[in-house]
């Protein structure tokens, strides 16, 4: 089977499908660490620089947003991908795209934040080159946080 065409596109952070691919997210990891598991301040409309569609065949795959933090350094959040396009190259599009943005905006380091049950996201962020930091904002004192960085 060949790889699938993958185009990634900047949407409003209120765009339905865009709203839709987080809600699937946050089910999704509401499952793996309970309700309301989620350190710190959710992204919103209001913090959130950018926010990118990946699209199989015209339909949404995959979601990545980027916030920022301090004068060179954004925060990648709500990166997810419809299970039923894992393992087939949506995550690395969505990433690349996500880091483009960043430098194309002046950030040179990008932050993440994931959990220990996300064996997947662990696996794209050090195949990526991003390496595991200590806690930062308000993931420092949270214990199932697990915290990665790149310099672009």
Not at 107 to 119: F, I, K, N, S, Y
Request: charged residues 20%.
């Amino acid at each position: 089977m060949s790889a699938p065409i993958i185009t990634v596109t900047e949407v409003p952070w209120d765009d339905p499908q865009a709203v839709a691919l987080r809600d699937a997210q946050r089910a999704e990891i509401d499952g793996m660490y309970g309700p309301g598991s989620e350190p710190g301040v959710a992204p919103s409309a209001a913090d959130i620089a950018l926010f990118l569609i990946a699209y199989v065949a015209g339909q949404p795959a995959g979601c990545g947003a980027l916030r920022a933090l301090e004068p060179g350094a954004a925060e990648i959040k709500r990166m997810y991908v419809v299970p039923e396009w894992r393992g087939r190259g949506v995550s690395v599009a969505v990433l690349s795209a996500l880091e483009q943005a960043a430098v194309a905006r002046g950030w040179r380091t990008l932050r993440l934040e994931t959990g220990p049950e996300q064996a997947a996201a662990i696996r794209l962020y050090e195949r990526a080159g991003y390496v595991t930091i200590p806690g930062f904002g308000a993931y420092a004192d949270a214990p199932l946080s697990l915290c990665y960085q790149r310099e672009l």
